[in-house]
């Protein structure tokens, strides 16, 4: 299995980004997608998933109503759209896959199996 993540960059407060995870190497309509962040000396953190098969959607707290989780069966690819970023929001970003996440361990690292490398978020004041 492979995930590579793209889209990061160096951005102003109050704009955009669209990070891109792009999964190969088996079907993954069972599987859970999801992304994490790291900011330098904090732990990592959830910032949001979806069900591949039902699409279903969770997210933080901390990016609701600002971030949109989505994906493109045809290309394997998971999408985080986030809007209204802040500094707080700079970290790396990384996205993983679980083939069974049970719901209440949806937001918890430990219940994913795939991890691929981050990319950097920065988010200038």
């Known amino acids: 299995v492979q995930l590579q993540a793209s889209g990061g960059g160096l951005v102003q407060a109050g704009g955009s980004l669209r990070l891109s995870c792009a999964a190969s190497?088996?079907?993954?309509?069972?599987?859970?997608m999801g992304w994490f962040r790291q900011a330098p000396g904090k732990e990592r953190e959830f910032v949001s998933a979806i069900r591949w098969s039902s699409g279903s959607t969770y997210y933080a707290d901390s990016v609701k109503g600002r971030s949109t989780i989505s994906r493109d069966n045809a290309r394997n690819t998971v999408y985080l759209q986030m809007n209204s970023l802040k500094p707080e929001d700079t970290a790396v970003y990384s996205c993983?896959?679980?083939?069974?996440?049970?719901?209440?361990?949806?937001?918890?690292?430990?219940?994913?199996?795939?991890w691929g490398q981050g990319t950097q978020v920065t988010v200038s004041s």
């Open positions: 993983a896959a679980g083939s069974r996440v049970i719901v209440s361990m949806i937001r918890s690292a430990l219940a994913y199996d795939f």
């Open positions: 190497g088996r079907t993954f309509s069972n599987y859970a």
